[in-house]
């Protein structure tokens, strides 16, 4: 072990945080917002940079503590301009953080997790099982890293919206999870607004109300199925929340408060939930929730036993929702060429709940040669 290690990472700490970072030093609590600029603002990891804090202070600091960002293992950018980081965050872990520019907005997609602890079926982080949840610092840190590789590259470009819909269950790693949109909402920081944060869920309903009592962020769900039936078979969640309590808790999150809609994700799967009827069940089912539908075809992993559904169900699937009076949005697949597509992001995660093993054993029963986690690098 070196020093480093007991050292504090001030990229666990928020402004209130850090407030009691340096109170607990003996210096007054206002230094908090002079870190948070050099850190998020400036990009700064150096305290010996931090030219409006005295000689002494800065030595007293590099002391005590570091500034640690997540490490970049790879960076790869796609022909349409996406680009992906692979991020190690110790033992054996790594994660992923998309940037999805469009002419209007720059949206940087980020994990909560190393792995996942949901066993959606349709999705590869859940081949790879669970390691651990990040810290603050492993999640504000991805935010940190690509504005610091843009400003560097192409300064035109700024994030403009974060989603949490990597990999991981951002509500089932809260704390950390609220700590870290603390910081992108904060003006010293990157100063984005709630609305323009996005916390996607699994459907953790405990969750979503607690969500609710601290931030004023938007929400997604992730549906995938109008019927307990078929929602229980690709989002296994679905069993301990069902349908009917997911859908209140929706509505509990819009209550009152300046949240015009819920955004409801979901996945077109080939022959499973993409039939005509599954589209008028869903009509039936959202009617009763503000939202707007983001219908994502399905991207395959090796491995997987689903399909994308046919264009021709695509369209057939939009048309009807968009007729009932919905707005449905087909997602546009971004980052192919990169593996950087919605549930393509695979990491390399130090699974503990033998969840890789199985599937790895699972594939090898199977009669053609398949690679997992094919588009990861080899670390
Ligand atoms: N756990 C959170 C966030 C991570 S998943 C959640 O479930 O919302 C982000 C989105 O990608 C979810 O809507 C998820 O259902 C979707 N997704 C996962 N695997 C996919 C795949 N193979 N193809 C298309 N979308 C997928």
Redesign the pocket.
């Known amino acids: 072990m070196n020093t480093i290690a007991s050292k504090s990472n001030l990229m666990d700490l928020d402004r209130p945080g850090l407030g009691a970072f340096f109170e607990a030093m003996g210096e007054k609590r206002y230094r908090a917002d002079q870190l948070v600029k050099w850190i998020h603002r400036h990009g700064r990891t150096d305290f010996g940079s931090m030219t409006d804090i005295s000689k002494a202070l800065r030595q007293r600091l590099a002391d005590a503590a570091q500034v640690e960002p997540p490490r970049v293992l790879t960076e790869k950018t796609s022909d349409d301009g996406t680009r992906k980081w692979l991020l190690g965050v110790g033992c054996n872990n790594a994660v992923e953080t998309v940037f999805i520019p469009e002419p209007n907005r720059g949206t940087l997609?980020i994990s909560?997790q190393a792995g996942?602890s949901?066993n959606?079926t349709?999705?590869?982080?859940?081949t790879q099982g669970f390691s651990r949840n990040l810290t603050t610092g492993e999640i504000i840190g991805q935010v940190w890293v690509a504005a610091q590789s843009l400003e560097h590259t192409q300064a035109d470009r700024k994030i403009t919206n974060v989603?949490?819909?990597?990999?991981?269950?951002?509500?089932m790693n809260f704390e950390p999870v609220v700590s870290a949109i603390e910081l992108m909402r904060d003006d010293l920081a990157y100063g984005l607004a709630g609305r323009r944060i996005t916390v996607?869920?699994?459907?953790l309903v405990p969750g979503i109300d607690r969500l609710r009592e601290c931030t004023d962020v938007s929400l997604?769900?992730?549906l995938?199925g109008a019927t307990d039936e078929l929602r229980n078979r690709l989002?296994p969640l679905n069993k301990k929340y069902p349908i009917k309590e997911l859908m209140a808790a929706c509505r509990r999150y819009l209550d009152g408060r300046n949240r015009a809609r819920i955004t409801f994700?979901?996945?077109l799967?080939d022959g499973v939930n993409d039939a005509a009827d599954d589209a008028r069940k869903l009509v039936r089912l959202l009617r009763s929730v503000p939202s707007k539908l983001?219908l994502?075809?399905?991207?395959?992993?090796p491995g997987?036993e689903?399909k994308?559904s046919s264009e021709a169900a695509i369209n057939r699937f939009q048309k009807i929702v968009l007729d009932a009076g919905l707005v449905a949005t087909v997602?546009k697949t971004r980052g192919d060429d990169i593996d950087a597509?919605?549930?393509?992001l695979v990491g390399q995660i130090a699974d503990r709940t033998r969840r890789q093993e199985r599937f790895r054993k699972r594939l090898a029963a199977q009669p053609l040669p398949v690679t997992v986690n094919s588009g990861a690098p080899v670390l």
């Open positions: 997609c909560s996942c949901l959606c349709f999705c590869s982080t859940a989603v949490f819909m990597g990999m991981g269950e951002p509500l996607s869920t699994a459907g997604a769900v992730s995938h989002v994700e979901y996945t799967i983001n994502i075809p399905f991207n395959p992993f997987t689903f994308r997602r597509a919605c549930g393509q």
